[in-house]
């Protein structure tokens, strides 16, 4: 018994320990030389995508803009619905669409009454310097043409394509937006990469 264990212990130790080094030296080399070539491939083909700059996803803001549009978001949050008079006695006015003021010489609403709607006055109003801007802090401006693209600020402005464009157009203007390192608010494609 002694004489058939000892010579299988031999046969089985190199034999074990001699795949292992020839597997694993030329899946590395593999690996090393599809790393390889893949790579010089890859960056063959993204340059000319990455010519045009990025466009922007966020502007670039001075700190009390920024801070303003915090108080901005906070004062949305506090911001009441401000409700037509008589908007829940008939359908045809509308409640949260339209607001007209109260104008009634007897209207409760009018003259503040605790348990009327509240009426829109300045306080609930946002900070000047916030107005017309988007959530992130862009300035859209409306565009039409390719012309008025130059006259964009990459940092600050936002392209927003006027909805009476037609797709032809519109695709024109998102590639020419790009190309310039413009956001746009409203692209219909997208960039897709293969």
């Known amino acids: 018994m002694a004489d058939s264990d000892a010579p299988?212990?031999?046969?089985?130790v190199p034999v074990a320990d001699e795949p292992k080094e020839e597997?694993?030296?030329?899946?590395?080399?593999?690996?090393?030389a599809?790393?390889?070539s893949a790579k010089p491939a890859e960056k063959a083909a993204k340059p000319a995508k990455k010519e045009?700059?990025?466009?922007?996803?966020r502007p670039t803001l001075e700190p009390e803009l920024a801070r303003l549009l915090h108080v901005r978001d906070a004062t949305d949050v506090?911001?009441?619905?401000?409700?037509?008079?008589a908007s829940h006695r008939y359908w045809r006015v509308g409640r949260?669409?339209?607001?007209?003021?109260?104008?009634g010489q007897q209207s409760k609403?009018?003259?503040?009454?605790?348990y009327r709607p509240v009426v829109v006055s300045i306080g609930f109003g946002s900070p000047k310097a916030t107005r017309g801007l988007t959530p992130s802090g862009f300035r859209p401006v409306l565009v039409r043409t390719a012309e008025a693209l130059n006259a964009l600020d990459p940092v600050r402005d936002a392209v927003l394509i006027a909805r009476t464009v037609g797709t032809r157009r519109?695709?024109?203007l998102e590639e020419t937006a790009r190309q310039k390192g413009l956001h746009v608010l409203n692209p219909i494609g997208r960039d897709r990469e293969e």
């Open 96 to 103: 949260w669409v339209s607001w007209r003021r109260p104008r």
């Open 8 to 12: 299988a212990k031999p046969k089985d």
């Open 52 to 57: 045009a700059p990025r466009a922007p996803r």
């Open 109 to 114: 609403q009018r003259r503040h009454y605790g």
């Open 23 to 32: 597997t694993t030296a030329p899946t590395r080399k593999k690996s090393d």
């Open 78 to 85: 506090r911001r009441p619905k401000f409700v037509r008079t």
């Open 34 to 36: 599809r790393s390889k």
């Open 170 to 172: 519109r695709l024109v």
